[in-house]
């Protein structure tokens, strides 16, 4: 039977991982974007030509797009969504027309990720991305000032962010700033302040129902298209999974998923199933998600947290952590056995290491990569769930 297949994620040859490196390590797969090309916009014909071209000279193969990113007028249902979502489904046609057929995506709300940390140095030495939530509520409180924040934290959480917040140095204020105006992979450049202010204030008025009905309209729109071309769609889970500054999140649990698969029955609408984004909620039985939805799962990632009693958490090794990485490697290789009894889905389910340490040489060249993307942390990520996978396999007999 078929293996995982094992990708790994690139953007680009000025972001300090080479295709050239990554082919070294052992990665059968590439999972890149179009990064150039403005969100909504229609990525060209032949951009996707250039990049697979790129990809391949170095014997690799693009297995798949991450991401086409949702203009915010879809996502906030705004009159001009329907032209986005025109332009978005040539998207999907042209890729199909040169083999790209797996696409991920994400509904996030204001930014793709939010950390208060990127360089939380470890008992190791190394240094892993990190949520706190009294960071983040004293950003909300201080820093981007929302509106009426107050009365979302109870006195006592109030009190700590506030006494952080007067702890921290100018310098130190200002590196919290950039650290969760940083979460949107693809580009260095930070969002700015304003217009995070601006966004953000126009998505309070939005409620979770609404920002459902907006997903669930896109989906009614893309999905019979994506099933006419053999495109896969699947969605990102909220990073993390639960409310920050005071906005809704609609994919961070078992129910989100069930209604987003349920409001548009397809096997083109799927899931990017991502261990460390749910695994930052313990209320979320992610063996449950794989064993519910696993036949809707086009597309892994694969990494862990370790979860904190005060609610904050940080990056970890991929095999340690507060997610049972052996137990989430049986369920997933069990959907491969099913895929192939019954002939239905792709069995060798593309995965890639996500998040990885920075350590050893990276050190040396820790402002060459995004945040979380380091070539050694990941690589070892690699080869420790490529070791996962053939031990489960060899306990199974498979």
């Not at 995982?4 to 890149?32: C, M, Y």
């Not at 798949?64 to 046609?93: C, F």
């Not at 930070?190 to 309209?217: G, M, P």
């Not at 095999?319 to 002939?343: H, W």
Request: with cysteine.
């Amino acid at each position: 039977m078929k293996y995982l297949k094992k990708t790994f994620r690139w953007f680009g040859p000025s972001f300090g991982v080479s295709l050239d490196e990554i082919k070294q390590i052992g990665a059968e797969g590439i999972v890149a974007a179009c990064q150039e090309i403005p969100v909504g916009d229609v990525w060209p014909l032949e951009n996707i030509v250039a990049l697979k071209k790129e990809i391949e000279s170095r014997g690799l193969e693009w297995s798949l797009v991450e991401s086409v990113n949702i203009h915010t007028s879809i996502k906030y249902g705004l009159p001009e969504r329907d032209a986005h979502i025109a332009n978005y489904i040539q998207t999907l046609k042209n890729l199909a027309e040169i083999g790209i057929f797996t696409v991920c995506y994400n509904f996030m709300q204001l930014i793709d990720w939010t950390r208060t940390d990127l360089d939380y140095i470890l008992p190791t030495g190394a240094s892993a991305l990190r949520y706190n939530p009294i960071a983040a509520a004293a950003f909300d409180l201080f820093i981007l000032k929302r509106e009426n924040a107050k009365v979302s934290y109870t006195n006592e959480h109030y009190c700590e962010a506030s006494d952080y917040f007067n702890g921290l140095s100018t310098i130190q204020r200002k590196k919290l700033e950039e650290a969760i105006l940083a979460g949107m992979p693809g580009s260095r450049a930070l969002i700015a302040l304003d217009d995070f202010k601006i966004n953000h204030a126009t998505v309070l008025k939005i409620s979770k129902e609404k920002l459902q009905e907006n997903l669930a309209y896109f989906l009614k729109a893309i999905i019979p298209e994506a099933e006419k071309i053999g495109i896969r769609m699947a969605i990102h889970p909220d990073d993390p999974p639960f409310s920050v500054f005071g906005v809704p999140r609609i994919v961070s649990n078992y129910e989100d998923i069930k209604f987003l698969l349920e409001c548009c029955p397809s096997p083109s609408n799927g899931l990017t199933f991502c261990s460390g984004s749910l695994g930052a909620s313990a209320d979320n039985d992610l063996v449950k998600i794989i064993e519910d939805f696993g036949n809707r799962i086009h597309f892994i990632h694969l990494r862990n947290v370790s979860r904190q009693g005060d609610g904050s958490f940080y990056e970890a090794d991929h095999l340690s952590g507060s997610v049972a990485m052996e137990k989430l490697m049986k369920a997933i290789v069990k959907e491969q056995v099913k895929r192939k009894q019954n002939g239905l889905g792709i069995v060798d389910i593309p995965m890639r290491p996500d998040h990885g340490h920075i350590l050893l040489d990276d050190k040396k060249r820790h402002n060459d990569f995004y945040s979380g993307y380091s070539l050694i942390g990941r690589a070892l990520g690699l080869a420790q769930l490529t070791g996962l996978e053939r031990g489960i396999r060899e306990g199974l007999a498979l």
